[in-house]
């Protein structure tokens, strides 16, 4: 019953609030390989690329959340570029 309430809930939602909610999950992870000490350069750079070919892939259609997320997405990637270049120090 609980799991039939979720997929009713989840059928209500906009797919662009599911696939938003999904990116932030991306660009959370990235921040926590980023934050790790040392930073995992390498998983959070995954995380990066595919918050990216969400955002960029499927741009505009992701509606009012697009110019958040692309924020988001230039934000971890300058983090990233930091991170990286500390490392390399």
Known sequence: EAVAEVRRRLAE?????????????L????????????PRLDD?????????????GLGERIGEHHA?????????RLVWVDKSRDSAD
């Open 13 to 25: 939602t906009p797919a662009s609030v599911v696939v938003a909610n999904h990116a932030m999950g």
């Open 27 to 38: 660009f959370e992870l990235a921040a926590i390989h980023l934050s790790d000490e040392p």
């Open 44 to 56: 959070a750079r995954l995380a990066i690329d595919a918050l990216a070919l969400l955002i960029e």
């Open 68 to 76: 958040t997320l692309v924020a988001a997405l230039t934000n971890i």
